[in-house]
């Protein structure tokens, strides 16, 4: 910094440091034409303020408008923006089979705080996996505290037969119990655990930009705004994790034949991204657990339970037709077109007139290099799009694969239209994933766009896998600490058992980085 600047700076704060003032207090600040505002001051430099007035909503200050500023002088208001809110959903897994149910509760306290609240019950075979998580905030939206329970029961042996087929008449045992809690206690954070094993403690670095991944998402929503990366504690995996919240996207999708503009809530971390649409009404139509492999869709209090079993929604994977590759469906607003010939797979996005097509290219030669097949598709695609024309080309990956990107752009049917084609490494042969929407519509669905990527089915025998994700995980811990009793040739690798309903449901896979 420039000496010369320095007692300017100095000049234009506030000449007294801040008192300590309690942590739901707020500034007033007297403006010279009469005006007063509540709120926090969060810059003060070079005679520019800026007063967080609630959350997610500052103003700016020149200093000559202030009068004067009282620190810590009024108290802290209601977080307005936190909205009392209670929601049941029915939980599909790949194949669209109801395979539990989840509950949200989120309640505004009167000392200005919230409590975030959500319950969730699935099936997997014969076990029962039971999860509970609750987080809160004080008046000024900072996490406070956080609390994780998870159990797993199956029935007793001899159950089904002394009672009735209904789980309600079964005897269970407890498989498995774990209990986190995680207190804030200044720059540090308190974690507990209990298990069979019995309580364990240890604590973490915690700054005032740590949150928790229920709080993250909810302030998300409330706020409709994108927020920088985050450091989080998940009492899930009780582990600091890195995600990034974008409650400002808009977007339109077809709900029974009708266009309607939608909120995305996005949280997007190393394993992926999950999106939450939200209506105008502030009605949750659809929330993502683990991408389009594990979706919630809206139900009542008396029906989610029932529906379990017995409801389904469409498949969230397309496949084509002899099961050598697929598409995992990025959300309800592509839907996948059938019936295709063999060697093709198609999605389109009615909201937008948007189109996917993942194509097999037969008639090259085994030993074609990926360069002349780029060449031989942008020939094939000049003359499919004769009014789009190829401005771009990279070298690239596709889920591990050498690929090459061709970007197209021009005027289809009187609409400014773009189009990428990814050429793809395939089995001795070649791919091609064709991404075509307006132009107008490209930013909207660009994020649909890069999850296709990033999840294309490329081996079929990924389209019959294993359950990924929480239940996968704890069956690898499972298979894990059975290995560590036996010799390397004494363990039996079996696949994670799959989320079943009756009748049997197939077996699910979490798209990579979905």
């Given amino acids: 910094m420039n000496p010369l600047l320095l007692p300017l700076l100095l ?17 007033v600040i007297h403006l010279k034409n009469g005006d007063t505002i509540e709120g926090r001051i969060t810059a003060s430099i070079d005679g520019y303020l800026e007063v967080e007035i609630e959350a997610g909503a500052t103003i700016g200050l020149a200093g000559n408008q202030v009068a004067s500023i009282k620190r810590g002088a009024a108290a802290a208001a209601p977080s307005a923006a936190i909205d009392r809110r209670t929601e049941w959903f029915v939980l599909h897994d790949a194949s669209g089979q109801a395979v539990g149910w989840l509950s949200v509760v989120v309640t505004p306290r009167a000392d200005g705080g919230f409590t975030a609240n959500e319950e969730y019950e699935f099936q997997n075979g014969a076990r029962r996996y039971q999860v509970t998580t609750q987080a809160s905030a004080d008046a000024q939206l900072q996490p406070t505290s956080c609390y994780y329970r998870e159990r797993v029961t199956e029935p007793v042996l001899g159950s089904l037969t002394l009672f009735s087929a209904d789980r309600a008449g079964l005897q269970e045992r ?36 740590h949150n928790f991944p229920l709080l993250a998402r909810t302030l998300a929503r ?43 809530v996005a949280e997007t971390g190393a394993t ?38 017995s409801s389904t929604i469409a498949s969230a994977i397309a496949t084509e037709a002899t099961g050598a590759f697929g598409l995992w469906v990025p959300n309800p607003a592509w839907l996948a077109r059938a019936p295709m010939p063999a060697g093709q797979v198609a999605l389109a996005c009615e909201a937008h007139g948007a189109s996917v097509h993942l194509s097999r290219l037969d008639h090259l030669e085994a030993d074609t290099s990926l360069s002349v097949a780029a060449d031989a598709v942008t020939s094939w695609f000049r ?4 009014q789009l024309s190829v401005t771009a080309r990279e070298e690239t990956t596709v889920r591990d694969r050498a690929s090459v990107r061709l970007t197209a752009k021009g005027r289809s049917q009187g609409v400014d239209t773009t189009a990428t084609l990814d050429v793809i490494a395939h089995q001795g042969r070649f791919l091609v994933l064709t991404c075509v929407a307006p132009a107008a519509a490209w930013d909207e669905l660009a994020a649909d766009f890069v999850f296709l ?43 994670a058992p799959a989320v079943e309903s009756k009748p049997k449901a197939p077996r699910v896979r979490i798209p990579n980085g979905g």
């Fill in 11 to 27: 000049a234009c704060q506030d000449p007294s440091p801040p008192p300590q003032v309690p942590a739901t207090a707020r500034d």
């Fill in 174 to 209: 407890i498989v498995d119990e774990r209990i986190v809690e995680a207190t804030r206690r200044g720059e540090r954070l308190l974690v507990q655990r209990l298990d069979k094993n019995g309580r364990s403690e240890r604590d973490l670095p915690w700054t005032a930009d």
């Fill in 222 to 264: 409330a706020r409709g705004a994108a927020t920088t990366t985050l450091a989080l504690f998940d009492p899930a995996t009780e582990e600091l994790v890195q995600r990034s919240y974008d409650g400002s996207r808009r977007r339109a999708v077809v709900i029974d034949g009708k266009s309607v503009q939608v909120t995305e």
């Fill in 272 to 309: 992926g991204r999950n999106a939450e649409w939200v209506d105008a009404s502030a009605r949750t139509l659809r929330r993502e657990l683990a991408g389009p492999a594990l979706v919630a869709v809206p139900s009542s209090a008396s029906s989610a339970r029932l529906a379990v079993g």
């Fill in 383 to 386: 003359l499919l799009q004769p």
């Fill in 453 to 495: 990527r990033r999840t294309v089915e490329l081996d079929a025998r990924a389209l019959q896998p294993e359950l990924q994700g929480p239940i996968a995980q704890r069956e690898r811990a499972q298979q894990a600490k059975v290995a560590r009793h036996k010799g390397p040739q004494d363990v039996v690798r079996t696949p």
